[in-house]
């Protein structure tokens, strides 16, 4: 009982430090802004180490975060390995392929009313289908390798980022549209210059929602099949063996690898997007 009274004293001494940060002087410096986050994940990493081993909770169940970092520590080389496999083929080659694609569609769907009425409700209807039915399907049409989880990405990024670049591509108002056409400007000159930069708001909303969708898929699709490699394979095998260290060793490496690449994405659309109301602040 020690230890559960012990992370309700470390909750509580967490939750006075984040009140007094958050409502101090500085509330809205830089400095704050991360360390809050931070104190409150560290809190909740010192009060589970702390209530998994006062509560005696077994393994098999809950692992402690130091067994888990044991165990991350210990096994990098095969992380790696699943990590290249799974992120860098199968979840990055999709993300890429599904997202050009679909700006691309998006711009032959902006000219063609006869596109946009007949495909985006498929699209609608595509994006619908659970992933537990289209991923063993198209595991069976490429194969076990990674060409079948990026096929399965770029399924499940497509029809987003189609509906968010067309959405993105009207977006620039009937008087700036006439503006353009006063100046004599062609349809790709206007495309080009001002619809497609009014667009890359939605555009990058449609690219944030993709890399969790390109995550997902890509470690679900490797339950269906799979090399002896992968993050999905690695969860599925060692959920059997009871190695649920290891299974949390995984969803820590695809955490950050989501965090990592969303990031990235939230920092182009800093630096492209500057002019846009959402980065003002």
Known sequence: MALVVLALLVWAAGWWVNARLANGQHAHSRAVGLAVPAI?????????????????????ILPAPSLIAARFAGSLPILWQDFSQTILKGALGGYLIGCCAAVLIAILVDRSDFLRRGLLPVGNFVAALPIVGT????????????????????VMVFFPMLVNTVAGLREATEMQRDLMHTYAASYWQALLKLRLPAALPFIFNGLKIST??????????????????????????????????????????????????????????????????????
């Open 212 to 281: 969790t969708l390109a995550l997902v898929g890509a470690i679900v699709a490797e339950f269906f099949g799979s090399p002896t490699v992968g993050m999905g394979f690695r969860i599925s095998t060692s959920v059997g063996q009871l190695a649920l260290d290891m299974v949390w060793a995984e969803i820590v490496v695809a955490a950050l690898a989501g965090s990592l690449f969303y990031g990235l994405i939230a920092l182009m659309e800093a630096s492209l997007t500057f002019w846009h109301p959402s980065q003002r602040g």
């Open 135 to 154: 991923a063993p399907i198209l595991v069976m049409w490429f194969g076990f390798d990674w060409h079948s989880k990026a096929a399965v990405v770029v």
């Open 40 to 60: 409150f994940g560290l809190t909740l990493l010192l009060m589970w180490e702390l209530l998994v081993r006062g509560l005696q909770v077994p393994m098999v």
